[in-house]
């Protein structure tokens, strides 16, 4: 289905969890139908089909697209986070499935969004603006943005969440993760329990739109001396769970930017890094959702803006004294120093990294490359984004070698990843040496 086609219209969330659980029922009703067909079609053909292959159908795969993208929730949330890390590893099917999952979502149609905002703020609710666009300026996974000015001409951005976002995050990540189970790409000697325990967990305070504002404001402080970055204001008396309130900031989209001079990629991409830097060593705490929708930049200004801090959380100082033994081994180029850190944090077992020696030193000596060379590393090095990337699907290809990280080594690791992806695609310089010298 072409790109146009996919975008939405405008259609209501479910948000009862019986609708929803119906949903998925009818998703696997129709999965389970298209797989019957197929499956006689392959066996009067001479083939003997896997589950796996009759699961990921192009008709079965666009089946879980839409149903996913109607749904939005934990469902979608879950969909982009696969989009941003694993897409390399998993079938092309499941790629499409996630990659189209990263647009944008199919916003509520204006009844629906009616019905949430007198349930918020009253029946006379637009008697409290001066305009509020119907038309959201965004809408993602657990909510949509409009933009608004209040009696008192502040220009507001407001997030509003999807009706039963919340209440159904627990089912739906548990939905997801059968359909992973069933399709065969996740291993069975893998345990993801623990996984899916912190997803629960990240996602419900993701929906707290009140806890965000708190981020919000606590990144406000933690920056206050850095007005290279710019955040929006949070507005907490129009503020709530469910709706956030924050000033609007004018900037455009940060993979604009790839249009933009080299020395201007160069100092976006060099404030970003140094940014993620700071909240690892210096601040211990993290927004640790690389989206590159979280990011924008003001022209006008020159400022990085930065958004969406739902997915802030404290770092412990155990991980934190890891990841700083692990970059000062990288430092010193210590190879083996280097992989007894990895180990350490918990990226993998000493038993995979013994099986896998010669890719892993590979991909330590190219990371050692980047951090030690003295001035600008270019990220639009294809040597570099193509050694990282077979290297680790060389690894990631025996399924033996899967592992799970601690929770907290999982995302911040989400994070370095997201940002140093966003430097590729800004084919940016940046002299990664000397801002870790400044903050190890």
Known sequence: MPPDQFASKGLRVPSGRLSRIARFGNMATGIAGSMLLDGARQLASGRRPTVGDLLMTPANAMRVTLQLGQMRG???????????????????????????????????????????????????????FIRFDEQPIAAASIGQVHRALTLDHQDLAVKIQYPGVRRSIDSDVDNV?????????????????????????????????????????QFGELLADTPEYALPSYHASLSSKNVLAMSFIDSVPIESMISAPQADRDRIMTLLIELVVRELFEFRFMQT???????????????????????????????????????????????????????????????????????????????????????????????????????????????????????????????????????SRLKACVDVNRILKRYL
């Open 289 to 423: 959702d690389p989206n590159f929708a979280n990011y924008r930049y003001a022209p006008e200004t020159r400022q990085v803006v930065l958004l969406d801090f739902g997915a802030t959380r404290a770092l412990p100082d155990g991980m934190v004294a890891q990841y700083r033994t692990l970059l000062h081994m990288g430092m010193v180029g210590n190879k083996d120093g280097v992989l007894a850190a990895i180990v350490d944090i918990g990226f993998m077992n000493a038993q995979t990294a013994q099986q896998n020696k010669r890719e892993i030193d590979k991909l330590i000596a190219t990371a050692i490359d980047m951090i030690q060379q003295a001035g600008p590393f270019d990220f639009s090095r294809t040597d570099f984004v193509s050694d990282m990337r077979d290297e680790g699907m060389t690894i990631a290809a025996d399924r033996r070698n899967w592992h799970i990280p601690p929770s907290d080594t999982l995302f911040v690791q989400r994070k370095l990843g997201g940002v140093f992806l966003l430097a």
């Open 74 to 128: 934990a469902a979608m949330k879950l969909g982009q986070l696969f989009s941003m890390d694993t897409g390399d590893f998993l079938p092309p099917e499941l790629t499409d499935i996630f990659a189209r999952l990263r647009a944008d979502a199919q916003h509520m149609p204006p009844a629906q969004l009616n019905m949430v905002m007198t349930r918020h703020w009253g029946k006379d609710w637009r008697a409290q």
């Open 177 to 217: 993760a059968a359909l992973l189970r069933l399709s065969n790409v996740l291993p069975k000697t893998l345990d993801i329990t623990a996984l899916l325990t912190e997803a629960k967990r990240q996602l419900h305070e993701e929906a707290d739109y009140a806890r965000e504002g708190a981020c919000l404001m």
